[in-house]
Structures are given as structure tokens and as C-alpha cells.
């Protein structure tokens, strides 16, 4: 079993940039794909990034895409994703996920294990 512990959020304006991290406890960090989720007020939780198991591969949603950038430390345990040149848009409360199972990345329900959630607010 793994313990995801988001931090990391904030509020920051258009075009700034905010960094969070997710913190895992737990065995075998090393054997789960870990993924980022948002959810906007009244909307659904929707895929952001994930990262690989060994960290080889990463991906991202479109709307993401060369703007964030996903990745993790072995050492600490722990998973990232740099947000830079943020929008309104992306104000959201932010999600770490992890899994050991396969299944498509870009769906919540793949995901077995859950943060509680940071809030990411970008001002206009």
C-alpha cells in the first residue's frame, strides 16, 4: 500500500510558474506508474501527467503539453510536476495518483492510490 501526500499549491498569476510535489510512503515506490490528476470546481477529475514505473516514459494531456513537466526522485520518494507559464485555466485542485497496474493512464479509475489534493489558483 502507498500514502500520497501533495504540497505545493498556491496562488500565482498568469504566466508565473508553481512547482508541487507528492510525497509517497509505502514499500515499493519504485514499482508504481505515478500520474497527476486536477479537478475544477464542478467539473470532472481529468488527467494531467503521468511518469513510468522506471521513469523512462512520460506523458501528458494536450492542454499541458510544453508547459509542465513530470518527473521523480528514487531517493526521496517522491513525484513532481513544474508548472511553468500557467493560465486561469489550470486553477484547479491537484491530484497525485499512483497504480502497479496496467490499464490506460489517462482514466482515474486505473488508479488505486490517492493524495488528498493540492489547489493550484491562477490569477488573470
Known amino acids: 500500500q502507498v500514502q500520497l501526500v501533495e504540497s505545493g499549491g498556491g496562488l500565482v498569476q498568469a504566466g508565473g510558474s508553481l512547482r508541487l510535489s507528492c510525497a509517497a510512503s509505502?514499500?515499493?515506490?519504485?514499482?508504481?506508474?505515478l500520474a497527476w490528476f486536477r479537478q475544477a470546481p464542478g467539473k470532472e477529475r481529468t488527467f494531467v501527467a503521468v511518469i513510468t514505473s522506471t521513469g523512462g516514459s512520460t506523458y501528458y494531456a494536450d492542454s499541458v503539453k510544453g508547459r509542465f513537466t513530470i518527473s521523480r526522485d528514487y531517493a526521496k520518494n517522491t513525484v513532481s510536476l513544474q508548472m511553468n507559464s500557467l493560465k486561469p485555466e489550470d486553477t484547479a485542485l491537484y491530484y497525485c495518483a499512483a497504480t502497479k497496474n496496467g490499464g490506460a493512464v489517462v482514466y482515474p479509475s486505473t488508479y488505486h492510490y490517492w493524495g488528498q489534493g493540492t489547489q493550484a489558483t491562477v490569477s488573470s
Open positions: 509505502g514499500r515499493a515506490f519504485s514499482d508504481y506508474t
